[in-house]
């Protein structure tokens, strides 16, 4: 499998086009025509996205597919900036035991952009990290003592704010959530856009990706 990935990928689209209906349709013929890949759940999927791709479309199949756990496979055209090393990739992946509770109030993506889903890491990261939940050494984050207390002190927080959504003008609930948010990440007010994490961003250039 990884070997005819790795084949297909010696000839790879120029990243601008990605998109582009031509491109998509080279690729479509160079991965089934690929014994391996072609006959995987996960690369059919992604067929079958990218045979009906539109502007502004996502990639439902792979989606399904992925959440839908029939495998660990993830196949797909990786386009992102910030993983400038991925292209048209086979990856694996393991999952990982978590919580319940802290699955459903944990945001994983870290998009750099001031919304809930993009800051909800970085926040929680940096106060679980100054309140002790947390200690980052030699690349490695590991729970602290602290843990069950700081992630509480977090959502009491959070919850104390919103109730006075009900009680304050807009402003001043708006006015609070940002100082409590600006707290705990990285906040460039002259971007009017939020930093990555560096522990992360460390990792990153340790893998090269």
């Known amino acids: 499998m990884f070997t005819e990935v790795d084949a297909i990928r010696r000839e790879p689209p120029d990243r601008s086009p990605f998109r582009g209906r031509d491109t998509l349709r080279i690729l479509a013929e160079r991965i089934g025509g690929s ?38 496979h993830l196949f797909s055209l990786f386009g992102a900036s910030c993983f400038p090393k991925l292209s048209l990739d086979c990856l694996t992946r393991e999952e990982l035991p978590a919580d319940p509770h802290l699955a459903e109030c944990y945001a994983v993506e870290g998009v750099p952009r001031p919304d809930y889903d993009a800051v909800a890491s970085p926040l929680l990261f940096g106060h679980l990290g100054e309140h002790g939940g947390i200690r980052v050494g030699d690349g490695v984050i590991e729970p602290g003592a602290a843990a069950p207390t700081a992630l509480a002190e977090s ?51 340790r893998l090269g990706v």
Not at 41 to 52: C, K, N
Not at 157 to 166: D, K, P, Y
Not at 169 to 186: I, M, S
């Open 35 to 72: 014994p391996e890949p072609s006959r995987r759940p996960v690369v059919r999927a992604f067929l079958e996205d990218i045979g009906s791709f539109a502007p502004g479309g996502r990639l439902d199949a792979v989606r399904g597919h992925v959440n839908g756990r029939r495998d660990n």
């Open 155 to 205: 959502l009491c927080g959070i919850q104390r704010i919103e109730a006075g959504l009900h009680r304050e003008p807009v402003e001043a609930a708006r006015r609070r959530l940002l100082e409590f948010t600006n707290r705990y990440t990285d906040y460039d007010p002259a971007a009017r856009d939020y930093r990555y994490v560096p522990f992360p961003a460390e990792v990153k250039e």
